[in-house]
Every structure is written in structure tokens, then in C-alpha cells.
């Protein structure tokens, strides 16, 4: 059982729950704290003095876990203390709380006033103006809804709290404001599809027997508003193109032009919606119809008409002013159109572009149909484009590729300066990894917090209340390596291995050792052991195709329905345990789901010749791998991996060989040219 160590300001609270004796033992379990917490707070109710005696800052934490538990009259208390004694980070929190649960228990008054406090104690907190604001609106103090939504308008957060447009069209309703319909037409324009316009149209069913009959001109959208909110997209395509046909682009809005994008692609009439657009922006000039043109042009394979709507989109921009949303769409459309006229046109993105990282996934599909083709030169001339400001993983990739082909014989002899920044491709290249040591070193049993967000974070685990993983990338920038590596292995042993590893990805800067211990955590080491030697799979490789597909989650479940640590669909299971005489009973069962998975692995090495290519038949199937395989089989093993057509697998290889390498070099002191060679070997 998990244990944790209470400071001695705990230990005063349990004093004070419990009038108990000081003589507080030095750690105490987890279940154990529980048992004291319920058995305190149901005998009766804290009283006020009690309370008065505990310390503020850790009554929060304590209102937190008597929530959890189902006390809410404590908590309320509780927080109410902290709220009142505590300034600055942890009474805002406390404030949080309150008008949480204050909500929830429909207690809108006390809502209204613990948010009107917290609001004036932080003047710049938008979420307490606006808990102000929707505490009046359930208590239909309508005139103060207004007046509330119109002054939190100077906060960005504002602009896409769409809730509170629903608030705004209600109230002016409920008034009967003379112009109360011009609120509820800017609901229906301004808000994309979504549970605000189905609020509104039960709201509105309720009150006016045909909603759309109070909006002429608006019938069509409305209908197909609610049409969408409620599902059923085929038909609100329907009155989606009605209304678009009737109306001036002026009267177009952008949530508007989403909703009738997203019903086309919904239901599959992709070149229907591009040409009602491409109509609608060559007859107004609108930018926005013709951008919403060729992004459904794209869609459906048309990619000469989706250029010739994004040049008219990149004309309508003065010279250095292009959006990279715009500028993505066009390079993206240039690159499945003509590979050459993409590459010669690259520079003109380069110097328009703002983040070079934004454009990493395009310019990787340029990078794949360069090679798919055997165009080494281009994919030199690529990768000197981008060496000075380009996405640095495009650019090792295209500098590693280059050498590679010219080792090959495919090119000349390649130079690059600067060192990879890409761990992939400084494996694959040779590099030294001597930063790299034993991540069981160091044990971070306890921590010291070194400020205000971690020592937060850190009282949330220790009462193991919240999302950690929520709170960490809230506060992530404020998070140093040893501190989130202190999360990661109290969250895995919570039982939460994926959100642990999910908690590593949040640094920002370089892993140490033992950052990367934490990203690679071996759980189920004797597990995988087992069957990776059972069945002949190196330990290290068996190791990370688990950490790739299940983060060690015991019962996790796909969308696709695949099970547990080796991610098996029932069927495959089925069949690999029919292969070897047996039957599945619990694919959660770490042995069962671990046995059937490496053995798999195993027959699907035998089927395609080596690890590295059973890696990728593990995620993209064999039959498809086998294809690859006939038409590129002569290539180099590591540049082979760099023709997989398919994001998702090609990823999915370099991920797993990343992590094959890490877990034999941090686990097994395993060089990593050492699981290279198992990794790519024939019939290793």
C-alpha cells in the first residue's frame, strides 16, 4: 500500500478532526487517512471554532478530499475558511471550489456572492466575473445578465465563451427587449453548432410554437442549426444550402461558413459544398468563402481548383501579412498537386512563414513523396531550404536521408554543419548518447516544491484529489524536470501509467536520465521479460512496442476496441490463441495479453523477415507492409522506414525503435548499434 508522508501542519489537522492525542505516527497510508477523514466528518459537523484553528492554506486540500467523499457541508466550510484567510493563488482556488459546488447544489445566490467577492479580490479573474454572470442568469436577474456579459467583453476570453451569447438571446427574451430577436440572430450566426443552439431552440420550442417563424430570412439556418446540434447532418445540409444561396457575403459569418463546411465533409458531399463556396466567393470576392472553397476542393482530390481559390485567398493578403493557417493550406495543396512545384516554391513559404514547426506535417509528406520516388537530390535540395528556418525534425530528417543516400551511392557526398536536435536520428546516425545513464540512480521519494504551482500540484497528490495531469499542463511552464518526474511516479502509482508518461511529455527543455526513466517507465518488466523470452523478441523491443501502445494501461480499450498492454484485438486474439491451443479468457490479464502479443510479434516477423518491419506490420498490417516491402525492399533498412506512406505507421516505427534503443540502453546497458542491428537484422 502506498504510503504518504504528512507534514506536521497535517498532522494538526487530524489533530483538530480527531481531538486526538499529538503522538501522530510519522507516515500513515492513503486508505488509512481516508478511513480518519470519513469517520471525523460523519460523527458531526466541524464546528466554527475547529475550523478557525486550522491553517488555511491546507483546510483547501482537506475541503477537497471531504468533496470527494460526499461532504459537502464540510467542504463548503472548509474552503470558506481558506477563502476568507488566504490571499493570492490558493484563495482563488478556494473561491474555485466554492462557487463550484455552490452551482452544482443549484444554490445560485451563494454562488453570486462568493463570486462577487472573489471577483473583487481579483479585479483581472474573467472566470469570477463570469460565474457573476451566469449566477444572475439562473436566477433570471436578467438586466444584470446583460449588463454583465457587455462588460466582460473586454476579456478575450470572452470571444469564444459562446455560452454566454446563449445567456444574452434568454435574458433579452425574458425582458421582451423590443429588439430581443436581434440577440437571439446573432446566437444563430456567431455561434458555431452545438448544445448553446440546442439550448436555445428547446428554449425558444418552449416559449414560440415554430422558432424559425420569428426570424424571415433566418428560417433556413436556424433549422439547420438545430438540425446539426441534434445530429442529424443530411438533413441540415439541406437548409444550410438554402440560406447560403439567399443571402449576400456580408451576411455570412465565419461560425456559419464552419457549420456548412463541417455538414458538407459530414456527410460526404465534399465537392458539393467546394462548389457552392467557390459560386458564392467568385461572385462576392469574399476570402473567406473561397478559402472555405479550397479547403473542401482538398477534400475531395481537386486539387487544381483548390490552388486556384488559395492564390486568390494569398492575394487578397498584403506581402509579409499571411496567416500560417493560410499558408499551411496552400503549401499542403501544392505538395499533393506536384511534388516539384511545391519544392520550387518553397522558398516563397519560408519567408512568409511565422512558425516554421506549424508546417512540420506537410513538409514531412513532401520529404515522403521525394523519397517514395527515389528523388535524392530534391531531398538534398530540401533539406539545405530548410537547415537555416525550417521545422528542425523535417530538417534531420531530410539531412539524414541525404547522408544516407549518399553512402549509398545515390548521391554525392553530403555536408551538414550543425549537430541533430532529432533523438531518432541521432540514434540512427551514431551519436553519442552519454547524457543518457541509469535513470534508477536517483529516486525522488520526496520534494521540496521550489514555488507556488508546484507546491499546489504537490498537495493534490499527496490528498490524491484533481486531475494531476489537467493541473500540470496548466501550470506546466512553472514545472521543472525533477518535479514533474515526482508527479509521474506517484500518478503511475496511483495507477494512472499512461497519464504519468502523458505528465513527462508536458517538459519543455532536454531529458536528463532520469527524465527519460520517467517517460520510459518498465513496468511489467518481469511480465515482458517473460514473454519476449518465451517467444524470442528482444526484451528492450517487446518493452517498447507495450509503452507505444497501451502505456502500460492494463485494461485500457481502443476506439477499435483493441485490449490491454499489447493493444490485441478480440479476433487477432482469438486467432493467435487457436494457433497455439489455447483460448482467451481475460485480455487484461497482463501475462495472457502479454503472451499472445509478443507471439504475434513473433509470427509477424516470420512473415516479413525482421523486427523492424513486424513493428510496423503490428500497426499498418502485414499485407500492406508486404506491398511496401516488393516495391521498396531494396532500399536500406532505415530508409525504407522513411517510405511508409502512412503517417500513423511511419511514426509509429521511429517511435517504437526510439524507445527499443532507450529501454536496452537505460534497463539492459544495451549500446544502442546493438538493438539497431537486432532491430533491423533479418530473422534475428
Known sequence: MRQIRFLSVVSTIVLFLLSCS?????????????????QSISSDNLSSDRISGLDPYESY?????????????????????????????????????????????????????????????????????????????????????????????????????????????????????????ISWIELFTEVPA?????????????????????????????????????????????????????????????????????????????????????????????????????????????????????EAVLAGFNQGEIPDRELWYSLDIRIRRNLSDALNALDFYIEQWTEPEFFSDSLDNLCTGLVRRRRWNDVARLAAALEHNGPDGVYDRCRYISERAAESGYLPEQEFSAPYSDLYYRILSGDELEEFGDPEAVIIAEYKPRNEAELYIKKLIDYEVGNILDEVKLYQKSLSEEFLVYCAENISGYGKALDSIRIMY????????????????????????????QNGIPVQIMLALVWKESGFEREIVSRSGAVGLSQLMPSTADDVARRIGTSVSDLSDPYENLSLGSWYLAWLKGYVGNTASAVLSYNGGPGRVKGWMKQYGDLPDDLFYEII????????????????????????????????????????
Not at 261 to 287: H, I, K, Y
Not at 645 to 654: F, L, S
Not at 663 to 683: A, D, H, R
Open 194 to 310: 452545438s448544445e448553446f443552439i440546442l439550448r436555445g431552440w428547446d428554449y425558444l420550442s418552449d416559449k414560440i410554437y415554430e422558432p424559425t417563424s420569428e426570424f424571415p430570412g433566418y428560417e433556413n439556418l436556424v433549422k439547420g442549426k438545430y438540425l446539426y446540434s441534434t445530429g442529424k447532418k443530411r438533413e441540415s445540409v439541406e437548409y444550410f444550402r438554402a440560406y447560403a444561396e439567399n443571402i449576400t457575403s456580408v451576411e455570412i459569418t465565419e461560425a456559419v461558413i464552419g457549420d456548412i463546411e463541417n455538414a458538407f465533409v459530414g456527410t460526404g458531399q465534399t465537392l458539393r459544398g467546394a462548389v457552392l463556396f467557390d459560386e458564392m466567393g467568385r461572385q462576392s470576392g469574399d476570402l473567406r468563402c473561397l478559402f472555405a472553397a479550397a479547403r473542401l476542393y482538398r477534400r475531395s482530390g481537386k486539387y487544381p481548383e483548390a490552388e486556384k481559390c488559395m
Open 22 to 38: 499529538p503522538e501522530e505516527p510519522d507516515s500513515i497510508s492513503v486508505d488509512d487517512f481516508m478511513e480518519i477523514l470519513e
Open 61 to 181: 486540500f482537506i475541503a477537497r478530499k471531504a468533496e470527494t467523499c460526499g461532504y459537502q457541508d464540510v467542504s463548503i466550510a472548509l474552503a470558506e475558511h481558506c477563502m476568507k484567510n488566504s490571499r493570492g493563488f490558493i484563495g482563488a482556488r478556494a473561491a474555485e471550489l466554492l462557487i463550484r459546488i455552490y452551482t452544482d447544489n443549484g444554490d445560485y445566490k451563494d454562488a453570486e456572492f462568493t463570486a462577487s467577492l472573489a471577483s473583487a479580490e481579483y479585479p483581472d479573474n474573467y472566470s469570477f466575473k463570469r460565474a457573476v454572470v451566469e449566477a444572475e442568469y439562473r436566477q433570471q436577474e436578467d438586466s444584470a445578465v446583460i449588463d454583465g456579459i457587455n462588460a466582460l467583453r473586454v476579456f478575450d476570453e470572452a470571444d469564444t465563451d459562446y455560452e454566454l451569447a446563449l445567456f444574452k438571446a434568454v435574458a433579452a427574451f425574458r425582458l421582451g427587449l423590443p429588439d430581443w430577436k
Open 506 to 533: 508536458q517538459y519543455q527543455g532536454d531529458y536528463s536520465a532520469v527524465g527519460l526513466g520517467a517517460v520510459y517507465p518498465d513496468l511489467y518488466r518481469q511480465e515482458i521479460e517473460s514473454a519476449a523470452e
Open 645 to 684: 506512406p502512412v503517417p500513423e505507421t511511419h511514426q509509429y516505427g521511429k517511435k517504437v525503435l526510439t524507445a527499443s534503443v532507450l529501454y536496452g540502453l537505460l534497463y539492459y546497458g544495451i549500446e544502442p548499434q546493438q538493438t539497431l542491428k537486432l532491430f533491423f537484422t533479418e530473422n534475428n
